[in-house]
T-cell receptor
Framework: GQNIDQPTEMTATEGAIVQINCTYQTSGFNGLFWYQQHAGEAPTFLSYNVLDGLEEKGRFSSFLSRSKGYSYLLLKELQMKDSASYLCAPVDSNYQLIWGAGTKLIIKP | GAVVSQHPSWVICKSGTSVKIECRSLDFQATTMFWYRQFPKQSLMLMATSNEGSKATYEQGVEKDKFLINHASLTLSTLTVTSAHPEDSSFYIC?????????????FGDGTRLSIL
């Protein structure tokens, strides 16, 4: 079956760094998306990885290891507005995104 | 770029009413649009995938006669919840992509919060 495993909730301090891990099992693999979703709002696109390695985009970086079925999202210089859910969504062989429940990130002052 | 507009944002109506939700890609042509439903604290659930000019592909368990999808142009898809009941109350979100068989990200509308009394 298809499965995504992310921590349900994480807490971090403003200004710090946090890493949100995601392990996945899918039927085939065509890359992995990370989305941010604030409470009561629709998701917004953060990153896409299809090759192994680290992709950096400002304060956010995303890493992928296809052989391990593993990805992480790294958030630096945390701001209060980063409090949101972060969704890891791998793409299967049919180019369908597989959605998990995401990780709720709480930022404290 | 890649802005998706969804309307209305909120709907409150009586049981038995049909509700239409519009999803527009404002600055690009969307070959494929997706309709999702999300219950509180749960993951996004894909309801259907629609391609312009063809019938939508519904996910297992989604009633196509209850959730009517029309993708009449490359910039507009509509979802009609027919004869809505309280159990249909949810957060409905559309997304649009440049293609279905490539890895373009899906860009989401702001969602429609539907409450059936």
């Amino acid at each position: 079956g298809q499965n995504i495993d992310q921590p349900t909730e994480m807490t971090a301090t403003e200004g710090a760094i946090v890493q949100i891990n995601c392990t996945y099992q899918t039927s085939g693999f065509n890359g992995l998306f990370w989305y941010q979703q604030h409470a009561g709002e629709a998701p917004t696109f953060l990153s896409y990885n299809v090759l192994d390695g680290l992709e950096e985009k400002g304060r956010f970086s995303s890493f992928l290891s296809r052989s391990k079925g593993y990805s992480y999202l790294l958030l630096k210089e945390l701001q209060m507005k980063d409090s949101a859910s972060y969704l890891c969504a791998p793409v299967d062989s049919n180019y369908q995104l597989i959605w998990g429940a995401g990780t709720k990130l709480i930022i404290k002052p | 770029g890649a802005v998706v507009s969804q309307h209305p944002s909120w709907v409150i109506c009586k049981s038995g009413t049909s509700v239409k939700i519009e999803c527009r890609s404002l600055d690009f042509q969307a070959t494929t649009m997706f309709w999702y439903r999300q219950f509180p604290k749960q993951s996004l659930m894909l309801m259907a995938t629609s391609n312009e000019g063809s019938k939508a592909t519904y996910e297992q368990g989604v009633e196509k006669d209850k959730f009517l999808i029309n993708h009449a142009s490359l910039t507009l898809s509509t979802l009609t919840v027919t004869s809505a009941h309280p159990e249909d109350s949810s957060f409905y979100i559309c997304s649009a992509s440049l293609g279905e068989w490539d890895n373009q990200p899906q860009h989401f509308g702001d969602g429609t919060r539907l409450s059936i009394l």
